[in-house]
């Protein structure tokens, strides 16, 4: 399985980047694809998650009401629209996959162990 990102970029605060995550290899039908992202300093933190069977979504309270996680099962390639971002959105965004049914919550938070990484990209928010 491989998982290329892509679609960071620099952007004022208040702006909006839409980020791709093109998955390939994947053998079932199965399957979530969860974003992360890390920025200097912090721990890894996962934003989002959509499963391909029944579309379900998760969004960490941070981003919640201002991205959108989205599927194209035809192009195999999930999307995370990024609105009205803020400084503190800066980070590596990476995409992950597994072959689980739903994405999984434990504690308020995403599982963070994951088979399957992409490279990440660079979201840069200014101020």
């Known amino acids: 399985v491989q998982l290329q990102a892509s679609g960071g970029g620099l952007v004022q605060n208040g702006g909006s980047l839409r980020l791709s995550c093109a998955a390939s290899g994947l053998t079932l039908d199965y399957y979530v694809i969860v974003w992360f992202r890390q920025s200097s300093g912090k721990e890894r933190e996962g934003v989002s998650c959509?499963?391909?069977?029944?579309?379900?979504?998760y969004y960490s309270d941070s981003v919640k009401g201002r991205f959108t996680i989205s599927n194209d099962n035809a192009k195999n390639t999930v999307y995370l629209q990024m609105n009205s971002l803020k400084p503190e959105d800066t980070a590596v965004y990476y995409c992950a996959t597994d072959y689980w049914a739903h994405c999984i919550v434990v504690n308020g938070t995403l599982l963070p162990n994951y088979d399957y990484w992409g490279q990440g990209t660079l979201v840069t928010v200014s101020s």
């Open positions: 959509i499963a391909s069977v029944d579309g379900s979504t």
